[in-house]
């Protein structure tokens, strides 16, 4: 593991304000599709292309480079080997964290660290109906447990977002959130979106999506830097390979950072589909339980 002190933040070379963390292991697998039962996903730690320690040297190099907030994301970040080590490590770092998961399989110890005051949680609620919850998500009693878990985590105070997709084939409007609703989940804490054009927008297309700013960036499960999440064929270089300043600061993401510029307004956390990053709330300290 990296051991680092944060003592302060250094002056960056170029801001970056928020970073994502796509921590899914493309080879994890679960019992689904093979015995029919729900078990948990597992990515084995010598197949996971980008180590804990090239994880923990981003958060570290992000920190240095200005940022105020980090978010777990890919698949089912929980589920990741190292995840509880690479969570501390966001919370040591003074980081505002929010981790995007789909609340079925949370750990005692994962509960613990979830109620540390930068830390809050996001997750998604695909319909009331549990059957089609479930068809969505190809996990049986998926909506048990994520329904279980909303509880949970409002009983222990944890700052939850809740995004509801709008697909085509289930648009109930008001039915997910009068559930929600009914859980306790706060009316403005209920955001319905589009569903992440993660993989299907046009190669071709000049510049990430417009809701990006330029002081954001993602890094992929293999290592890869983008400055939006949704448009991962926009490699600007590799942290296995580079320190993030290099990249961020490096010809290929100077020349993408002028053109969103000129395409988009001045960049602001309008519209954009992700969380609110650069507020933490109930933070009343930097100690890590």
Do not use: K
């Amino acid at each position: 593991m990296v051991t680092v002190a944060f003592s302060q933040r250094p002056a960056a070379t170029r801001r970056i304000r928020h970073v994502t963390l796509d921590i899914a292991c493309p080879y994890a697998l679960t019992a689904t599709g093979h015995t029919g039962t729900d078990s948990h996903p597992t990515c084995p730690a010598d197949r996971s292309p980008t180590t804990a320690d090239d994880w923990c040297r981003v958060i570290t190099q992000a920190v240095e480079l200005g940022a105020e907030s980090v978010e777990f994301s890919g698949g089912e970040p929980t589920t990741h080997p190292a995840f509880t080590e690479l969570l501390r490590h966001a919370i040591h770092a003074r980081l505002d964290i929010e981790v995007h998961t789909d609340l079925r399989h949370v750990t005692r110890h994962q509960w613990t660290l979830f109620t540390h005051e930068r830390v809050r949680l996001a997750t998604t609620w695909h319909s009331d109906n549990p059957a089609r919850h479930d068809a969505i998500t190809r996990h049986p009693g998926s909506h048990r447990r994520t329904r279980t878990n909303i509880v949970i985590a409002l009983g222990l105070h944890i700052p939850l977002r809740v995004a509801i997709p709008q697909t085509q084939s289930d648009r109930q409007p008001g039915a997910a959130p009068d559930e929600l609703l009914f859980l306790g989940v706060r009316p403005d804490r209920i955001t319905h979106a589009e569903p992440p054009d993660r993989n299907n927008r046009a190669p071709d297309a000049p510049t990430p999506c417009p809701h990006c700013p330029t002081d954001h960036l993602a890094v992929l499960p293999n290592g890869d830097v983008t400055p939006c999440v949704n448009r991962r064929d926009l490699v600007t270089g590799n942290v296995r390979r580079q320190p993030l300043a290099d990249i961020v600061t490096g010809p290929t993401w100077r020349a993408l950072a002028t053109t969103v510029r000129a395409s988009t307004a001045p960049s602001t956390d309008r519209d954009h589909t992700g969380p609110t990053h650069h507020t933490s709330p109930n933070r009343r300290g930097d100690q890590l339980d």
